[in-house]
């Protein structure tokens, strides 16, 4: 059984930071693509940064050079720090596993930047 746990979400006022933290158990997390997607209210979930088994990162155009994903194999943990956050980037924060053995959420953490 693969369960994603975040944490880390919260209210900030625009221009500061959060860090969201997912921690997964079950044995898919050396192998498996991590992602963070968000989801804001009345719109699409839409990815916001991934990391491969290797360290490999890709990001967002709204979120490049702000947002940091990186990962711990040790601690099978995955996190997304978050800079220079802006009202824009409030929604629902989600934790995603892709890997041959399937694709698995988190519960989510709702992120809400005020201006």
């Known amino acids: 059984q693969v369960q994603l746990v975040e944490s880390g979400g919260g209210l900030v006022q625009a221009g500061g930071s959060l860090r969201l933290s997912c921690s997964a158990s079950?044995?898919?997390?050396?192998?498996?693509?991590m992602s963070w997607y968000r989801q804001a209210p009345g719109e699409q979930r839409e990815l916001v940064a991934t990391?491969?088994?290797?360290?490999?990162?890709n990001y967002s155009g709204s979120v490049k050079g702000r947002f940091t994903i990186s990962r711990d194999s040790a601690k099978n943990t995955v996190s997304l720090q978050m800079n220079s956050l802006k009202p824009e980037d409030t929604a629902v924060y989600f934790c995603?596993?892709?890997?041959?053995?399937?694709?698995?959420w988190g519960q989510g953490t709702q992120v809400t930047v005020s201006s």
């Open positions: 995603n596993a892709g890997s041959l053995r399937g694709v698995y």
């Open positions: 079950g044995s898919i997390f050396r192998f498996a693509v």
């Open positions: 990391i491969n088994p290797t360290g490999i990162t």
